[in-house]
């Protein structure tokens, strides 16, 4: 089943690169996707999401998705080609504890260190036939940065999208950049264009309920969904302890969700971190954080 929907070979200036959907269930599975992270800046865990989850998940991320709470800073006139949802920890306790699932979080521990924090949870998905500009894509090729257009250092951060419906190039399926987490990018090029001519553009056509986990620096971006068929998508974004973050739940997630989470995802969330509070990338010494937009309808 799963080696129907990927096992990715090609050749990079005349390098043979494989990148195949694999579980994360023992030594060896784990290596594989250190490895593929090193190397290619992005790695494939199959079968994260259960199949009893994903009959339930669509109706729950449109109903968040109909609230629209943006991240902070974020405006909505820049993201309306995209269905999406930030702070999903503040709309339903099953988001508490998704992002500690072993497949992913052991990974995300190695990478980034045992206290590794979630700098925000997110839906994200490009809406039925939007385009961008004369027709372009509705994203263009970037890295992730800690927000507010700052970037990474380094291994700082790693994004994991956790598919919610299969994906493919038809509906909207990310472009990646391989190996671009590891490369200049050239100042006099456009940036696709020089992917796509280096031999590294990559679309990965991916069953529901796997996740895809990539090194913050690898370029990337959301596609076009010209199928008619859903593309849903939630967005998990893990850093190192210490760092701002894009949106701090020691602000903005509810006293009352904030009792309740266990140990384990108070760690996750930062809840107890000492450094100044955070948003948008940026530590604000004086707590006065801005406000995250609610653009939708609350229900």
């Known amino acids: 089943m799963i080696a129907q929907w990927l096992n990715f070979s090609g050749k ?4 043979l690169m494989t990148i195949a959907l694999r579980a994360n269930n023992s030594t060896a599975d784990f290596e594989h996707h250190l490895a593929q992270i090193d190397e290619h800046g992005i790695t494939v865990v199959a079968e994260v999401l259960s199949p009893a989850e994903l009959r339930t998940l669509p109706a729950l991320i449109d109903r968040v998705c109909a609230i629209r709470e943006l991240h902070p800073l974020q405006e909505d006139a820049k993201v309306q080609h995209f269905n999406m949802c930030s702070n999903l920890v503040n709309h339903d306790p099953f988001f508490e504890q998704l992002c500690l699932r072993p497949a992913v979080y052991s990974i995300m521990q190695q990478l980034l260190g045992a206290n590794t924090v979630l700098s ?97 620096r690898i370029l990337h971006a959301m596609s076009n969904n010209y199928s008619g068929r859903r593309r849903r998508a939630l967005a998990c974004f893990y850093t190192k302890t210490g760092l701002p973050r894009m949106c701090d739940q020691r602000f903005y997630l509810s006293p009352e969700v904030q009792r309740r989470v266990s140990p384990q995802t108070r760690v996750l969330l930062g809840l107890d971190s000492p450094e100044p509070l955070s948003a948008g990338g940026k530590f604000y010494a004086d707590g006065d954080l801005p406000k995250a937009p609610m653009v939708g309808k609350e229900v």
């Open 12 to 15: 990079i200036k005349g390098h």
């Open 120 to 216: 925000t949870i997110a839906a994200l998905e490009p809406r039925l036939g939007a385009t961008g500009e004369n027709g372009s894509q509705v994203q263009a090729m970037h890295r992730d940065g800690l927000g507010g257009g700052v970037e990474v250092e380094g291994l700082q951060g790693c994004q994991s999208l956790w598919l919610i419906d299969a994906m493919d190039q038809q509906n909207g399926a990310t472009r990646f950049g391989i190996g671009t987490h590891k490369l200049t990018l050239p100042a006099d090029l456009d940036t696709e264009d020089w992917v796509r001519s280096e031999g590294r553009l990559l679309q990965m056509s991916l069953p529901a309920g796997c996740v895809i986990i990539y090194d913050a």
